[in-house]
Structure formats: structure tokens, C-alpha cells
């Protein structure tokens, strides 16, 4: 084998590719959701049930949760027991990458709690492996330490991140940003890298990219936007957008820029800002989960995505007690892609 997928023919699917499953993780770190841990498992219960809508839906779990998802969940959700910390597996799931002949492989990331904020995370850092060996996928090791909501690719050789997510001491000191360029641009088969400067105010994360910007299909992407000078994210948002508005794809490309308007400002039990966002939603075979923040943004982000996405079913869940422990739809789900032969309407 050689030293990294993109030499051997590999590159991530952008997640409007075809899936095989869904992939989520049963929430169960009392100390981050406290009193919230009851309806956050009602939420992750429903956006379960609605992804299974559309495609196969395997949710890990401790073994002493098996039968209250089995409960929440139902017979359509199917459980592997899988020893975790937290409930993001976006983040420390493995990625999947994918040849032109339909052999997938697995990319397992490091992950260190998001730079060493949530202890212990040394459950969360073997769930890659576990889903794999599961899967009997074999996988590349990168020695990167990052998450699986930092990055967004279009499918076509372009990979946008914001970059204190990434190119961070807490992540991978001494790294420079070429360094951790190259690795990511090797490990996810793409050619091109955009930067962006900013993620959202209160995002522990140091801000990921599927708050702020997302691929909806080659040469276009979704970006949240401000347009109160007084929010502590306008300068933010409008960074971003000019970033982007500057940059080029990998093929060349000017980027189309849909703008998804910003909910208004919400707060933790603490009095911290929570990172709100339409832009952190999923996209199952034929359908769109987005969240709902009871705002009456909710409509219009609702008819912009539904807009970008034509031809989907679009579901809209109310998300705010997740958001409690800081993530979104986006945070909580992790696509499996699913070959499709030319022409064919069914996995080969």
C-alpha cells in the first residue's frame, strides 16, 4: 500500500453521495448535558428515526443503554455495543474514502477531546477502529490530530476548513499549516485547500466548518450569514464570505455562494453563547434533516437549504436541547458511503 489514499486512487465522498448507513452514538456524559440528558436522548432518538426514513441507521451505545435506544428508538434503528464517552461521532468517527471501483477504506484521525477540553476521551479515540474492525474496513492512520466536523470536501479536489480548528497547539503542536495541509489534502484524496479564518462565537470546537460553510455541490457552497453589525459574528461570517468569495476550486472553479441566514443569539444554562446554525444539518439518500431553533429563521432557512437541495424531502427538528452540550444534526451523524456503478440504482 502506499502512503496515503489519494496515491492509491482514493478521495472522500462529498455526503450527498449515496450512503450505506448512517452511523450515531447514544448520548451519555452526564456532566455535559446534566438535566438535559433525558430530551437529548428524545432528540437523538427522533433524528434517528427520521434519518432511518431514508437509509440504514446504526447507533453505537454503551452496553448498559441497549435497551433504553432499543425503547426510544425502535426496531428501525439497529445498535452495536461500542464503549464511548461522548456522543459526537462526527468527530471521532472514522472518515471513508472511496476508489473508482467501489472499495472503501477508513481514515482514523487522532482525536484528544477537542484539544484536550473534555476528559476522558480515551473511549472516544478507539470508536474508529471499533466501527472499522466492525466493518472489517481496513484503514489508513494519518497521525493528525483533528475531527471529522473540521473539513468539507466537494468531491471534486477541494477540501475548506477553518484553520484555528486545526492549526492549533492544542491539536497539533509544531505542525504548520502546510504540514497539516498536505496531510489532510493526502488523507481525503483532494488537491485544493480553502482556509477560512473564522468559526462561530461559543464554539469549543475553535470554530469547525459545518457551523459556517458546507459544499451543496461542486462549485457552490452554503454559508451562514449575519446581517446585525451588532452580533458578535458579523465580522466573523463576513470574513468568511470574502475568503470564499476570493478562493478558486480545484477545478478551477469561482464558488457560488447561498447564503442561510443566522439564528439569533441563544445561551447555555451558563450564560454561554451556543454556535446556532442552519448549516448543520444531514443528508440522507433523498432526504434533509435540519435543525429548528423555534426562530423565525427556522422558515427561511428551511426554504433556502430546501432550495439547494431540490428534489429531497426535508424534515425539521427542534434542536436546542442539544445544542446544550454544544453541537448540532451535523455533530451527532456520520455517513458510511455506498458505491454506485454508473448508471445503477442500487449498491454494487
Request: proline share 7%.
Amino acid at each position: 500500500m502506499s502512503s496515503d489514499p489519494r496515491s492509491d486512487g482514493f478521495r472522500m465522498p462529498p455526503e450527498w453521495e449515496t450512503h450505506a448507513r448512517c452511523w450515531m452514538a447514544w448520548p451519555s456524559r452526564d456532566d455535559l448535558w446534566g438535566k438535559h440528558i433525558e430530551e437529548v436522548r428524545e432528540n437523538y432518538a427522533d433524528i434517528a428515526k427520521a434519518i432511518a426514513r431514508f437509509e440504514p441507521v446504526t447507533m453505537i451505545a454503551n452496553p448498559d443503554h441497549m435497551a433504553d435506544i432499543s425503547l426510544k428508538c425502535g426496531s428501525g434503528v439497529a445498535c452495536l455495543p461500542v464503549e464511548h464517552d461522548d456522543s459526537w461521532i462526527r468527530d471521532n468517527g472514522p472518515s471513508f474514502v472511496m476508489n473508482a471501483i467501489g472499495r472503501i477504506m477508513g481514515v482514523r484521525w487522532d482525536f484528544n477531546g477537542w484539544g484536550e477540553r473534555f476528559l476522558p476521551y480515551d473511549l472516544d479515540a478507539a470508536v474508529p477502529d471499533a466501527v472499522l474492525d466492525h466493518l472489517r474496513i481496513s484503514r489508513y492512520t494519518p497521525g493528525l490530530v483533528t475531527e471529522g466536523g473540521a473539513f468539507h470536501t466537494d468531491g471534486e479536489g477541494t477540501l475548506v476548513a477553518v484553520e484555528p480548528s486545526i492549526v492549533n497547539d492544542n491539536r497539533n503542536p509544531g505542525k504548520s499549516r502546510e504540514e497539516i495541509e498536505d496531510i489532510l489534502l493526502r488523507h481525503t484524496g483532494t488537491d485544493r485547500m480553502i482556509w477560512l479564518p473564522y468559526g462561530l462565537a461559543g464554539d469549543h470546537t475553535d470554530g469547525h466548518v459545518d457551523n459556517v460553510c458546507c459544499f451543496i455541490r461542486p462549485g457552490a457552497v452554503a454559508v451562514l450569514a449575519c446581517d446585525n453589525e451588532d452580533d458578535e459574528n458579523y465580522e466573523r461570517l463576513n470574513a468568511n464570505r470574502q475568503a470564499l468569495e476570493a478562493a478558486v476550486d480545484a477545478q478551477g472553479r469561482e464558488l457560488e455562494i447561498i447564503q442561510v441566514p443566522q439564528p439569533r443569539a441563544r445561551y447555555n444554562d451558563k450564560g454561554e453563547r451556543l454556535p446556532l446554525s442552519y448549516i448543520n444539518f444531514y443528508a440522507p439518500n433523498g432526504g434533509l434533516i435540519l435543525p429548528a431553533f423555534e426562530d423565525p429563521a427556522d422558515d427561511r432557512a428551511h426554504k433556502v437549504l430546501a432550495g439547494a437541495f431540490k428534489g429531497r424531502d426535508v424534515i425539521q427538528l427542534p434542536v436546542l436541547d442539544i445544542l446544550q452540550g454544544g453541537g448540532g444534526i451535523h455533530c451527532i451523524t456520520l455517513q458510511q458511503p455506498k458505491f454506485m456503478s454508473p448508471g445503477s440504482e442500487s449498491g454494487a
